[in-house]
């Protein structure tokens, strides 16, 4: 992460910019997750803009390069962050194993009630993992937040009916809903979640429903290839990138914008329950452009 960023800072500190200059920015955001051919016809946009604009060097160039990136995630309608005050919300976590939803559910418990005043449910849906489950468990009470879970291999459907009941009962007016992921096929993913949507419209029909899909924003263009088969699958209301501290290079996100049409909701940039914040996509073009 750290070498793509002084290589991205370098080029835009070039006093002119020539043919070589340019390709090698192409190449380089083809390196920062961007796919090849959005790369290249994004700095043919630069070029072009640069050109019209008399602009000759790196600094200038930055500029336009912010406002054209800018332009991508606006492209998108923004993803939901905000409650509806007075409403139950649920929150459905997608995503394969491996890319932190266990963690997020929690961090998105942390933030909602310090942010909105919520009284968050963690709902163990995940329950082809007893690890899981253990975790979501371990998870509450280091927040202090209660968590419906039944044993391994049981219902998820079942776990959110209860969370559900739970709710209504007066524990809490938010459940986020970790569920598996492991779906082998996408008929699988289908089914399961159509027993979960029937719970919701069945016990919740007022609620406000939200569908994250999370992504590890260190496997790049792949997070970009599992978001395409999460959307055609289920229509996820947003994104939320996880491990984004790492080596996570950006790129992903544009492409997700562009090429998925899926908004990114939030970002995760450390393993604390605080290290969640909403997307900002002003900000994003100009830290991606080294502007801020």
């Avoid at 406002?67 to 649920?90: E, H, Q, Y």
């Avoid at 418990?109 to 449910?121: D, L, M």
């Avoid at 992903?252 to 940039?269: H, I, Q, Y």
């Amino acid at each position: 992460m750290k070498a793509f960023t002084e290589r991205l800072k370098s080029f835009f500190k070039l006093s002119t910019l020539n043919e070589n200059d340019f390709d090698d920015l192409s190449d380089l955001l083809v390196e920062g997750d961007f796919g090849a051919a959005r790369a290249y016809s994004l700095v043919e946009e630069l070029k072009a803009a640069c050109k019209k604009a008399s602009v000759q060097g790196g600094e200038a160039a930055r500029n336009i390069l912010a406002d054209l990136l800018r332009k991508i995630l606006l492209s998108v309608p923004p993803a939901n962050t905000a409650l509806d005050p007075g409403k139950l919300c649920i929150i459905l976590m997608l995503g394969v194993n491996g890319v932190g939803k266990t963690t997020t559910a929690a961090k998105l418990a942390a933030h909602f009630r310090s942010t909105e005043n919520r009284r968050p449910i963690l709902a163990a849906a995940d329950t082809f993992r007893a690890a899981a489950i253990n975790q979501l468990k371990i998870h509450g009470a280091n927040l202090g937040v209660r968590v419906i879970a039944h044993q391994h291999g049981g219902d998820p459907a079942a776990v959110l009916y209860d969370a559900i009941e739970a709710a209504n009962s007066g524990s809490g007016d938010l459940i986020i809903v970790d569920t598996a992921g492991r779906m082998h096929t996408k008929l699988a993913l289908i089914e399961e979640l159509k027993k979960i949507d029937r719970v919701v419209q069945l016990r919740a029909s007022g609620c406000q429903y939200i569908k994250y899909l999370v992504l590890d924003s260190t496997t790049g263009r792949n997070a970009a290839a599992q978001a395409e088969i999460f959307k055609e699958a289920v229509s996820p209301n947003g994104v939320i990138l996880t491990k984004y501290d790492s080596s996570a290079k950006g790129g992903v996100v544009f492409s997700l914008a562009e090429d998925v049409k899926l908004s990114t909701a939030f970002l995760c940039n450390g393993e604390k329950y605080e290290d969640i914040f909403p997307f900002d996509p002003e900000r994003y073009a100009k830290e991606f452009s080294s502007l801020a």
